[in-house]
């Protein structure tokens, strides 16, 4: 009997280990986020339209990005790598291609904006920290955590 309960013991144990890498996304720090967005200002006005996307610095750990994936869908997204501490080379920058956001580290991960995952190669199968999207009426939107 014993050894029986040893042996279901080393199965539930064996069964029950991960080896889910999001320990290794833990860099960023849960900083407090209340940004109001009017795509009626200048700054914010490509955000009347799909596919565009706006940074803003000074929010976040190392800022924000913002994208318009539809007209009813609005991300915002924290500009920092989450597979490295905030560094000045983890500030996610547009690439020039589609909605993809590159790393300046020297391991250049790859994010989507539209869906906030890593692209296949990153150094870790970290995802983009999400932020919430409010819309308050009037192309204002709330940006908060």
């Known amino acids: 009997m014993k050894k029986l309960i040893l042996i279901l013991s080393c199965v539930v144990v064996f069964s029950c280990s991960n080896n889910d890498d ?4 833990n860099f960023l720090f849960n900083t407090g986020v209340n940004l109001v967005v ?3 200002l200048p700054q914010f006005a490509q955000l009347q339209f799909n596919d565009n996307r706006v940074f803003v610095s000074g929010y976040g750990n ?3 990005w913002l994208y ?8 915002a ?4 790598d989450p597979s490295h501490e905030p560094l ?3 500030t996610l920058t547009y690439s020039g291609i589609g909605d993809i956001v590159t ?7 790859e994010y989507s904006l539209a869906t906030g995952y890593g692209f296949e190669g990153n150094t870790q199968p970290c995802t983009l920290q999400p932020y919430r999207v ?7 939107y709330l940006v908060s955590n």
């Open 38 to 40: 009017n795509t009626n």
């Open 103 to 109: 790393c300046g580290c020297d391991d250049a991960n």
């Open 88 to 90: 000045s080379c983890s």
């Open 134 to 140: 409010e819309s308050t009426g009037n192309n204002t």
């Open 77 to 80: 997204w924290d500009a920092a």
């Open 62 to 64: 190392n800022g924000i």
């Open 68 to 75: 318009r994936a539809n007209s009813s869908t609005l991300y």
């Open 22 to 25: 999001s320990s290794n996304c």
